[in-house]
């Protein structure tokens, strides 16, 4: 099931409900050194081809920083679960099984754990267990997240 639109609100959201998003992402070198740069993780990894090349690394070829692989699979869940968010409230459990290379396409994927009332007449929370596979339908991401997210009006 996709929802997509700025129109999802806290009640459009049941237990048990799984969203394939709409969008994929092909990670780019741009995505992964321009991020990695700003937050200063100079992890070899992620910034000597010619070491990885050398076979010193891992992979012979350089990964994707982690956190760029989360955020992109949880930007790409956005349309569907943040258009209304009010709040993230917290994220868990993640895991990051499988490396991401540039020129590897990632998909989300969503599924609802828990509903319930928020602080107030207007929000309720949602939490969610969030997915990444990538083209080869290997899992490269997963964790819960929590939102408070807006209720209809009326």
């Known amino acids: 099931m996709t929802l ?54 891992m992979f012979n070829r350089r990964i994707v920083f982690g956190g760029v692989t989360m955020a992109i699979v949880i930007g790409l869940t956005a349309q569907d679960t943040s258009e209304n968010a009010i709040a993230d409230l917290g994220m868990t459990g993640l895991r990051l099984p499988t490396p991401v290379f540039h020129g590897d396409t ?16 207007e929000t309720g929370e949602v939490r969610f267990r969030h997915w990444g596979k990538n083209q080869d339908e290997k899992l490269v991401f997963e964790g819960e997240r929590r939102v408070l997210i807006r209720r209809r009006a009326g």
């Open 4 to 57: 997509t639109g700025n129109d999802t609100y806290f009640e459009d959201y049941a237990v048990g409900m799984v969203l394939e998003h709409f969008r994929g992402k092909t990670i780019t070198e741009m995505d992964n050194v321009l991020i990695t740069n700003l937050v200063i993780n100079t992890a070899q990894s992620h910034f000597n081809e010619h070491r990885q090349n050398l076979g010193k690394g």
């Open 106 to 121: 990632v998909y989300a994927f969503s599924e609802v754990l828990e509903v319930k009332d928020g602080p107030d007449d």
